[in-house]
């Protein structure tokens, strides 16, 4: 996971992604097919349906772009149209100059423009995207404009998107002339679990990330498909979620471990969360070493953020990292404390930073408060057991 690039995710999924960078599958081409299809039919009207986030605004841009070199075309959005804003954005999409017309002579000049288009055998085409969320009164509009004519053939290609129902629109009351048209439909179905990791690995990679198997790997991509059922929209935004989870893992250092083991077989594993810690034969140290030739209260971990540091605590046979007789240390990643028997392998251990380095160096006045704070904590620790026995 290229952690570094905290906005690959909006690169490759989000509103940064690369303009008309399009993954094919299935139900897509299926769909250019259907619209290709039904606007070069007399009749001339297609509707495309699926919920929020199939594919269908991606869909009809790529097909639009198409039509665009021999026809006019108007891409509108539905969510609340009304009928003045409906006829200004085609009019203006047409390149058809407006200015401050009443509605009768924006009607007039869209019904002239219309019509001569499709009298060179050049109809434009209309697409309303969200069509199901438009007023009612811009849906009459839009009856009216599925009337229109010339020379005996419909003047105006029409295609209409939204959600599931949205082959019920043309029955609905005021619709008749759409009706008559006899509109095809499509409905569009979800990627597949095959399709949906050639989908995230693909933009991935046009994003520039790199090593897309490795941050898309099979397992998971097969549970980002199952939680977006395969949609486009919602693919997109778990791919940004795991994306974002995956970045903020390797953003924090791994927790500090230490592994205990005895004649080499592991016998107990301490994850290092807390503050200090006090490896000893009594029942009271928080890394229990059952060994004749570890003391009571052997040794002590502080942990720190940028080190963690071994001290001695007057032990009896002393203690060894590297096989080197230390009073205190600085434990990096893979030393081995070696107690009696055992040995305390450090894992993940932080690099020391500079000023660490200058306290620990500086003098023993740390290490004297610990051991006193230490002897305090354990005795109280030790009257509050004998008091509950």
Same mark, same amino acid.
């Given at each position: 996971?290229?952690?570094?690039?905290?906005?690959?995710?909006?690169?490759?999924?989000? &509103?940064?992604?690369?303009?008309?960078?399009?993954?094919?599958?299935?139900?897509?081409?299926?769909?250019?097919?259907?619209?290709?299809?039904?606007?070069?039919?007399?009749?001339?009207?297609?509707?495309?349906?699926?919920?929020?986030?199939?594919?269908?605004?991606?869909?009809?841009?790529?097909?639009?772009?198409?039509?665009?070199?021999?026809?006019?075309?108007?891409?509108?959005?539905?969510?609340?149209?009304?009928?003045?804003?409906?006829?200004?954005?085609?009019?203006?999409?047409?390149?058809?100059?407006?200015?401050?017309?009443?509605?009768?002579?924006?009607?007039?000049?869209?019904?002239?423009?219309?019509?001569?288009?499709?009298?060179?055998?050049?109809?434009?085409?209309?697409?309303?995207?969200?069509?199901?969320?438009?007023?009612?009164?811009?849906?009459?509009?839009?009856?009216?404009?599925?009337?229109?004519?010339?020379?005996?053939?419909?003047?105006?290609?029409?295609?209409?998107?939204?959600?599931?129902?949205?082959?019920?629109?043309?029955?609905?009351?005021?619709?008749?002339?759409?009706?008559?048209?006899?509109?095809?439909?499509?409905?569009?179905?979800?990627?597949?679990?095959?399709?949906?990791?050639?989908?995230?690995?693909?933009?991935?990679?046009?994003?520039?990330?790199?090593?897309?198997?490795?941050?898309?790997?099979?397992?998971?991509?097969?549970?980002?498909?199952?939680?977006?059922?395969?949609?486009?929209?919602?693919?997109?935004?778990?791919?940004?979620?795991?994306?974002?989870?995956?970045?903020?893992?390797?953003?924090?250092?791994?927790?500090?471990?230490?592994?205990?083991?005895?004649?080499?077989?592991?016998?107990?594993?301490?994850?290092?969360?807390?503050?200090?810690?006090?490896?000893?034969?009594?029942?009271?140290?928080?890394?229990?070493?059952?060994?004749?030739?570890?003391?009571?209260?052997?040794?002590?971990?502080?942990?720190?953020?940028?080190?963690?540091?071994?001290?001695?605590?007057?032990?009896?046979?002393?203690?060894?990292?590297?096989?080197?007789?230390?009073?205190?240390?600085?434990?990096?990643?893979?030393?081995?404390?070696?107690?009696?028997?055992?040995?305390?392998?450090?894992?993940?251990?932080?690099?020391?930073?500079?000023?660490?380095?200058?306290?620990? &160096?500086?003098?023993?006045?740390?290490?004297?408060?610990?051991?006193?704070?230490?002897?305090?904590?354990?005795?109280?620790?030790?009257?509050?057991?004998?008091?509950?026995?």
């Amino acid at each position: 996971m290229q952690a570094h690039d905290s906005s690959l995710g909006s690169k490759a999924f989000g &509103k940064h992604a690369k303009a008309g960078f399009i993954v094919a599958y299935q139900s897509h081409q299926d769909a250019l097919r259907f619209l290709s299809s039904a606007l070069s039919q007399a009749n001339g009207v297609a509707l495309l349906q699926g919920p929020t986030g199939s594919g269908k605004t991606t869909i009809i841009k790529e097909q639009l772009a198409w039509y665009s070199r021999d026809a006019a075309v108007a891409l509108v959005d539905g969510m609340h149209l009304r009928p003045r804003r409906l006829l200004t954005d085609m009019l203006s999409q047409f390149g058809v100059q407006t200015a401050d017309d009443h509605d009768e002579q924006l009607l007039h000049k869209l019904n002239n423009f219309v019509t001569e288009q499709a009298r060179f055998a050049r109809p434009p085409v209309l697409v309303i995207d969200n069509a199901d969320h438009a007023t009612a009164s811009a849906r009459r509009l839009l009856n009216w404009l599925a009337a229109l004519e010339s020379r005996g053939k419909y003047a105006l290609r029409i295609v209409l998107t939204g959600k599931e129902g949205l082959s019920s629109l043309p029955r609905q009351d005021g619709m008749r002339d759409l009706a008559r048209r006899h509109p095809a439909m499509y409905s569009l179905n979800p990627l597949s679990e095959r399709e949906a990791m050639n989908y995230l690995r693909a933009r991935l990679i046009a994003a520039g990330g790199k090593h897309s198997e490795e941050v898309f790997p099979l397992d998971v991509c097969e549970r980002l498909h199952e939680l977006s059922c395969g949609w486009p929209g919602a693919l997109n935004r778990r791919a940004i979620e795991a994306m974002a989870n995956m970045t903020a893992l390797e953003s924090h250092p791994p927790i500090p471990r230490v592994i205990v083991t005895r004649d080499g077989e592991i016998v107990a594993e301490y994850a290092l969360t807390e503050r200090q810690y006090v490896i000893g034969r009594a029942e009271i140290a928080d890394i229990l070493i059952e060994d004749p030739y570890v003391s009571k209260m052997h040794a002590m971990l502080q942990v720190y953020a940028n080190a963690i540091v071994l001290l001695d605590l007057n032990s009896t046979n002393g203690t060894t990292v590297n096989s080197r007789i230390v009073v205190k240390s600085v434990l990096q990643s893979d030393d081995v404390i070696s107690l009696g028997r055992h040995r305390l392998k450090v894992e993940n251990a932080p690099a020391i930073s500079d000023e660490m380095d200058e306290v620990i &160096k500086a003098s023993d006045t740390v290490t004297m408060e610990s051991l006193e704070d230490l002897r305090r904590s354990r005795a109280r620790r030790a009257i509050k057991m004998l008091k509950h026995r």
